[in-house]
C-alpha cells in the first residue's frame, strides 16, 4: 500500500522567509510518481511540480526548489522569500504506474502555510 | 486552453436524496479522476475513468458511482445521501501516455452538503 506522510500540520512565516515542507512516502514500487500541489481558499488544487522514481535531480523554479532523496523516501519541498499570496495548503502526492494506480494519487494530509506581511 | 469545469459549484441536499455532479475534462484529455475531500479524511480517490471504461476505483460503498461520456466528460452519482458525504468532490483530468504518469489538473470542485 502507498502512503504519503506530511507531519507538518501548519507552518507561519513572516513575508520573505523561506518555507520548506516535508514529505515522506512509501510505496512497494520501484516506479513511481511524486506531485505538490497547492490549495488556496478558493478550493481548487494547484498543480506545481511532477518528480519520477528515476530523476533524483534537484531543481529550482523561480521561487520553488525540491529536495527529492530516494534513500530516506523524502520530497521535501521550498518556498523561498514567502509572498502573502504563499498562503495556501500543499499537497504532496504520489502514484505508482500498476493497474491498481491508474488515475490515483495518494495524498498526504496536506501543510497549511500562513505568511504574514 | 480551458481547463477542468465542474458543475454545479454548490448543492444543497437532504438524507436519502441523490445528486449527480458533473466534469468537463481538458481537451484531449481522456482521463477523468473524482476525489472526495473532507477535513476528516482528506483526500480519497473515487474512481478513475479513461475511454469510457472505469479503470480503477477506491474505498467506497456501492453507493458512490460514476461514468464517462465519448466526450470525455464524466458525471458522479451518489445515492441515498448520508450526512457524511458533506464534502468537496473534485474532478481531475489527465492526458495518459503510454508509460508514462502526467499531472493531474483540478476542476474548482463542487461542494455538496447533506442535511
Known amino acids: 500500500a502507498q502512503k504519503v506522510t506530511q507531519a507538518q500540520t501548519e507552518i507561519s512565516v513572516v513575508e520573505k522567509e523561506d518555507v520548506t515542507l516535508d514529505c515522506v512516502y512509501e510505496t512497494r514500487d520501484t516506479t513511481y510518481y511524486l506531485f505538490w500541489y497547492k490549495q488556496p481558499p478558493s478550493g481548487e488544487l494547484v498543480f506545481l511540480i511532477r518528480?519520477?522514481?528515476?530523476?533524483?535531480q534537484n531543481e529550482i523554479s523561480g521561487r520553488y526548489s525540491w529536495n527529492f532523496q530516494k534513500s530516506t523516501s523524502s520530497f521535501n519541498f521550498t518556498i523561498t522569500a514567502s509572498q502573502v499570496v504563499d498562503s495556501a495548503v500543499y499537497f504532496c502526492?504520489?502514484?505508482?504506474?500498476?493497474?491498481?494506480?491508474?488515475?490515483?494519487?495518494?495524498f498526504g494530509a496536506g501543510t497549511q502555510v500562513v505568511v504574514t506581511p | 486552453k480551458a481547463g477542468v469545469t465542474q458543475t454545479p459549484r454548490y448543492l444543497i441536499k437532504t438524507r436519502g436524496q441523490q445528486v449527480t455532479l458533473s466534469c468537463s475534462p481538458i481537451s484531449g484529455h481522456r482521463s477523468v479522476s473524482w476525489y472526495q475531500q473532507t477535513p476528516g479524511q482528506g483526500l480519497q480517490f473515487l474512481f478513475e475513468?479513461?475511454?469510457?471504461?472505469?479503470?480503477n476505483k477506491g474505498n467506497f460503498p456501492g453507493r458512490f458511482s460514476g461514468r464517462q461520456f465519448s466526450n470525455s466528460r464524466s458525471e458522479m452519482n451518489v445515492s441515498t445521501l448520508e450526512l457524511g458525504d458533506s464534502a468537496l468532490y473534485l474532478c481531475a483530468s489527465s492526458f495518459m501516455t503510454s508509460g508514462q504518469y502526467n499531472e493531474q489538473f483540478f476542476g474548482p470542485g463542487t461542494r455538496l452538503t447533506v442535511l
Open positions: 475513468y479513461f475511454s469510457e471504461t472505469q479503470r
Open positions: 518528480r519520477n522514481s528515476f530523476d533524483e
Open positions: 502526492a504520489l502514484s505508482g504506474v500498476t493497474t491498481d494506480s491508474w488515475g490515483k494519487l495518494q
